[in-house]
């Protein structure tokens, strides 16, 4: 999954254009980003971008900046004009009536305020009556409570059968970002434990606990315990390895300290189906017993002082404000690095995103998404996805048994770009102005419920996964489809008259970054039907392993910060389609060229400026603790390794800018990883 830039979506098959009107670049990239002081070959990312850089201040109430904000900062104060025309507009709906009321009261500080507890006393009065482990797996399975433990559930589609769907479980628990915040060995995160065990002490306060200390160090050493049970990130993503199907009644032999009849009573998933027994998928699979026996090992009064602070965490945004600001002095300011909360007015708009998605999202689409854009983009990903036909049908490592199911996987692409054919339908959530504990609550249960309803049913292809305004886009293995929301086909990054290199170098890098994860190491073990399958020769799939490997362990060598390296397993997925998606679209800008030589344009050549936009698609400027975070947990890499780690592999950012054995990222051509 990759954000990416819109830059000339709508304009892919316009004829070349560089007048500028006031507000474009001359042809659609910052001139006075580059630093020719910095050779393109020790640093492309800083040599494109410098210019920036070197003045760009990150916001208080964001642990970043670049375009990716830019781009999020525009489509919020859009969803915000949306709102506050549905507080204006007569004859409202009653689905719009419903975004205006919850927004309202998100909004509703002072009546908040007056509320303090008394909204959420029920839920907690019912977590400090938990007798015995029974009463506390029902308490984690409760979807209406939104609470966490050793395991998490979630309903998904069936790997190895992409026509049903399942439900899916997987170790969960832990109030830190990932296991290695609890196990590394390292002094900033030494200091975030410390400042953990603060933020737990202080959740408790609130609750009215006493030896709020003492009780907050035995939470802490329960979720220790379930990091040490729990397997690395890096594991967490291999489809094989987390693809484990059982019955209900296998589980609670294999991991038999969990009460399960109790958790799965709870979160009323059915017991049977019409194939018979309920089955259930385990991702990860030897780390369950381990799990299981932490928690029958913990006192119960424990658990209930861990689900306390779980709630006071989730709700935290609805409670009072001296809750709403403890829990950001953890996870915004001391893991993130920010020192100042977003503004009411955005956090309430991204609320209804979270909560009522579609019911925005029709409106955002309706404004800002014209069907002539659907049309272009439409057109501009047919002509990648054609690109990377091409590309295949060329490959010389891979022989014509593999190649020729490669290319039905492709052919079989489904397509989504901009917004849903069906909307959802909302009518069954209930909002009230004066209860937005509860319409929290109550929107957590219609989401679930929504899903349980249809569970024994085939499964919906229609169906979106993000939502219309959401700047980002994604690849899904188990519908072998490429969605694109609204959300990212969007300014800053439109420029009308940008030239080829440029949309082939930002969106054009992007959309075959989506496409390349249908081939990358995981998305690679699903064919055309979404079915997680093995469809590659023996010696072809080991061919391709020995790829993947060299390139993880090139991520490997990269040090974003003093003692902390990218971790190339971890990031490989991103990292392939990252390359793939690059150099499939630099074949499509010449493919697009038709044999004709481009321009040169303020002195830089085609492929010049196509890598340059590449480049400065990914401008951005992280905080030390967002950093550290994506480092130890996230399976995208930082954004200049995006750029450099990339580049480096490519023949033809070597050709462009005559990169020399002296360089600091040159790689000798058979060093180069070379994948599709």
């Not at 104060?77 to 009261?105: P, Q, W």
Request: hydrophobic share 40%.
């Amino acid at each position: 999954m990759k954000t990416f830039s819109y830059a000339a979506l709508l304009c892919a098959a316009a004829t070349l254009a560089y007048a500028a009107s006031p507000a474009v670049k001359p042809w659609g990239v910052e001139l006075s980003y580059i630093d020719k002081s910095v050779a393109p070959g020790d640093d492309f990312f800083t040599y494109a971008n410098n210019g920036w850089l070197k003045t760009a201040i990150i916001p208080p109430e964001r642990s970043f900046a670049g375009v990716n904000l830019e781009l999020d900062k525009q489509n919020e104060e859009r969803l915000k004009a949306i709102v506050a025309e549905l507080h204006t507009r007569r004859g409202i709906t009653e689905e719009e009536a419903k975004l205006r009321d919850l927004y309202d009261a998100f909004t509703d500080r002072a009546a908040i305020e007056a509320a303090g507890l008394s909204h959420a006393d029920a839920d907690l009065k019912a977590i400090a009556s938990l007798n015995d482990a029974a009463d506390v797996a029902r308490a984690m399975g409760n979807p209406r409570m939104g609470l966490d433990g050793p395991f998490g559930i979630y309903l998904g589609v069936d790997d190895k059968h992409p026509t049903n769907y399942s439900v899916n479980l997987y170790q969960s628990g832990l109030g830190m970002p990932d296991r290695d915040y609890y196990l590394r060995d390292d002094k900033e995160l030494a200091n975030t434990r410390a400042a953990y065990k603060k933020y737990l002490s202080q959740m408790l306060g609130f609750a009215g606990v006493k030896d709020a200390d003492a009780r907050a160090d035995a939470i802490y050493k329960l979720e220790h315990d379930l990091a040490d049970a729990s397997w690395p990130a890096q594991d967490r993503r291999d489809a094989d390895k987390t693809y484990n199907p059982m019955k209900i009644a296998d589980l609670a032999k294999m991991a038999p300290d969990f009460p399960w009849v109790e958790f799965f009573a709870a979160s009323g998933v059915p017991a049977s189906s019409p194939r018979g027994e309920r089955m259930v998928i385990v991702a990860e699979r030897s780390a369950f017993p381990k799990l299981a026996a932490v928690f029958k090992a913990t006192p119960i009064a424990v658990w209930r002082d861990y689900l306390t602070v779980r709630y006071l965490h989730t709700y935290s945004a609805y409670l009072p404000k001296k809750i709403d600001d403890a829990d950001f002095a953890f996870y915004g300011a001391t893991l993130q690095g920010k020192t100042a909360q977003l503004d009411r007015a955005t956090r309430g708009v991204d609320l209804l995103d979270t909560e009522m998605g579609e019911a925005l999202g029709k409106l955002y689409a309706e404004k800002y998404f014209p069907a002539e854009a659907k049309m272009k983009a439409d057109a501009l990903v047919h002509n990648l996805l054609k690109a990377y036909a091409s590309d295949i049908k060329t490959l010389t490592w891979m022989t014509p048994a593999t190649r020729q199911k490669a290319l039905e996987k492709l052919s079989a692409y489904m397509l989504k770009v901009g917004y849903p054919d069906h909307w959802r339908d909302y009518s069954a959530l209930r909002v009230a102005r004066d209860d937005l504990v509860g319409d929290v609550k109550n929107a957590t249960e219609f989401e679930w419920k929504r899903e349980l309803a249809r569970i024994d049913n085939p499964v919906d292809r229609t169906e979106w996964g993000m939502s219309v305004p959401t700047n980002n886009a994604y690849y899904n293995p188990t519908l072998n489809e490429i969605v694109f929301p609204a959300g990212i086909l969007q300014p800053p990054f439109f420029d009308a008259n940008a030239d080829d290199a440029v949309n082939y170098g930002e969106i054009g890098a992007t959309i075959g970054h989506e496409i390349s994860h249908g081939f990358d190491d995981q998305g690679s073990k699903y064919d055309g039907t979404g079915t997680l399958k093995d469809w590659w020769t023996p010696q072809d799939r080991k061919n391709f392993d020995a790829r993947t490997t060299a390139f993880a362990a090139q991520y490997d060598e990269y040090e974003p910060l003093p003692g902390i390296h990218i971790n190339g397993k971890l990031t490989l997925g991103e990292n392939i389609a990252d390359l793939a998606g690059l150099v499939i679209a630099y074949k499509a800008y010449h493919l697009s060229l038709g044999g004709k030589p481009a321009p040169v344009l303020d002195g830089y050549t085609g492929d010049q400026r196509f890598y340059i936009a590449y480049s400065q698609s990914w401008r951005e400027k992280d905080r030390d603790g967002r950093l550290r975070e994506r480092l130890l947990s996230n399976p995208h890499s930082p954004a200049a390794w995006r750029v450099n780690g990339v580049v480096r592999n490519d023949d033809g950012w070597y050709a462009a800018f005559k990169i020399k054995p002296a360089d600091k990222f040159y790689l000798a051509p058979d060093k180069r990883v070379r994948l599709w």
